[in-house]
């Protein structure tokens, strides 16, 4: 019988670890379709169609609902999950993050435990604290968080409780599970994509002011700053900022201490590129970025000195791709070109440019009349041909997919407080509750690291099982069809 136990002997977390090592790939070591990782039904079409056979859809008012045992959840991969939490430890480090934030002998429920029941609620889609009014109907959720479920409003006062100091505990807290527990030491360059994105804030919050919000001209907004670790797809920094903020110099020592921490668990071996839009052409932000000892390759803002030199270039651009019929399509030059602000602050970047005759997606900036060359122009401290300069930019639009996971996933643009640290804190552990999904996915079933959030939770997380108590022990019961139990392990 299938089973994972939630109380009794503290070496069950470790069995569960253990098996699920052993099991993990009994689904997806040849899987190809979701359904099939999934425990779902594979199509039948041609089966039928040499039947002659026709699907025909049951009348839905013959079913009858009726009521059953109110042990059922719909969440049994969280009792996995928790285990593989627990394990790594990560009550003991949100003790000390914020346990200083609420203690004494009234304390009902302690900061730790409300971060957990957050994370926990995060980690199956409930992004906003006042989804716990629905987590509360679920047995398993209940179970798991002490037996005992917070009214919100408590939750949202243990939020406004984060100060400076327990924000930043917080920040290195989902920086360790970013970058821990995956396989980063194998990859010989890693890539470090730094953005910024526009959160619009509904209602009055502390500072939310009206800045750069194209999606809402005139609405006020956060204007946080994000990273990701291209190859193991985690987040590394996520940093809260008024709306009227703007990315420049004066994020330039926030970007080396970014960039300084993700070098310093690199080996000496493993080359650090640091990835930035055209923000980033910044003299203050690109020195800062090679005093942490970074290679950046940054889009090149289009300011009337370089687009004028860039356009001046007739003779030194290099085919590196033609059409059918011999045409160049595709050319790469080293232009020339540097800043008086970039001589000021000590830096000699090169700059890369390339232009293309093929359809690209964005905006396009034209030079020469008369001919459809599309250029982009890159400014990097890396002695790599111009090709390699900008095939390894192109790599950075991932994080624009990944934000949109998060916003959409993850809700990190929903904010629960008028207090500005508050929100600094939700975001901070949703990204966190992000990375240990990542981890535990990367542990039991790493063919799926792939998949996004939504796909993870219906095949790991939101799956229907019923708790059963005997004796001292709780176990939870799922059916033997689906992803959670192949990678749970077996018990006679």
Not at 124 to 147: M, N, Q, S, Y
Not at 381 to 398: K, L, T
Request: aromatic share 8%; net charge positive; with cysteine.
């Amino acid at each position: 019988m299938k089973f994972f136990a939630l109380q009794g002997n503290p070496s069950i977390a470790r069995g569960v670890i253990t098996l699920m090592t052993i099991y993990k790939t009994k689904l997806f070591g040849t899987c190809k379709v979701r359904r099939d990782a999934m425990g779902g039904q594979r199509g039948a079409g041609h089966q039928l169609q040499a039947q002659s056979r026709q699907v025909k859809r049951r009348d839905a008012r013959k079913l009858v609902l009726n009521a059953t045992t109110s042990k059922l959840t719909s969440m049994a991969g969280l009792a996995m999950f928790g285990a593989f939490v627990d394990e790594l430890g990560l009550d003991g480090e949100l003790d000390q993050v914020a346990g200083r934030l609420k203690q004494g002998s009234m304390v009902v429920y302690p900061m730790p435990g409300q971060l957990r029941l957050l994370i926990d609620a995060q980690a199956v889609g409930a992004t906003r604290v006042f989804d716990l009014e629905a987590l509360a109907a679920d047995p398993l959720f209940v179970t798991l968080i002490g037996d005992y479920m917070p009214s919100i409003d408590t939750v949202y006062r243990d939020l406004v409780r984060f100060d400076e100091d327990a924000i930043h505990a917080l920040d290195a807290l989902m920086f360790k599970h970013g970058v821990t527990g995956h396989s980063l030491d194998t990859y010989r360059d890693v890539h470090l994509d730094i953005d910024s994105t526009v959160e619009t804030v509904y209602g009055n919050r502390e500072g939310a002011e009206v800045g750069y919000n194209p999606p809402k001209h005139g609405r006020r907004s956060y204007h946080p700053i994000v990273a990701r670790i291209a190859e193991i797809g985690t987040c590394v920094a996520a940093i809260l900022r008024p709306g009227d903020t703007s990315f420049g110099a004066d994020d330039a020592p926030t970007v080396k201490h970014i960039v300084a921490r993700v070098k310093a668990v690199l080996s000496r071996r493993q080359k650090l590129f640091v990835r930035i839009d055209a923000a980033a052409d910044c003299a203050e932000v690109l020195a800062a970025v090679e005093q942490a000892g970074a290679t950046y390759v940054v889009k090149v803002r289009a300011t009337d000195d370089v687009v004028c030199r860039v356009a001046r270039e007739t003779t030194t651009w290099c085919t590196i791709d033609w059409d059918a019929d011999g045409n160049p399509v595709t050319q790469v030059a080293e232009v020339a070109f540097t800043r008086g602000s970039w001589r000021a602050a000590g830096i000699n970047p090169r700059v890369v440019a390339i232009r293309t005759k093929e359809e690209r997606s964005g905006k396009q900036l034209t030079l020469w009349e008369g001919e459809d060359w599309a250029v982009r122009m890159y400014v990097t401290n890396s002695d790599e041909a111009p090709e390699a300069v900008a095939a390894r930019y192109d790599g950075r639009a991932g994080i624009e997919t990944m934000i949109a996971e998060w916003k959409n996933l993850w809700g990190i643009a929903e904010t629960p407080s008028w207090h500005f640290n508050a929100n600094h804190a939700t975001l901070v552990l949703k990204m966190l509750a992000f990375n240990l999904l990542r981890r535990f996915v990367r542990a039991v079933a790493p063919q799926v690291t792939v998949w996004r959030a939504e796909w993870v939770r219906r095949a790991f997380l939101c799956v229907a099982g019923i708790l059963v108590r005997s004796g001292r022990r709780t176990s939870v019961l799922v059916m033997p069809s689906t992803a959670l139990y192949a990678i749970g392990g077996r018990r006679e």
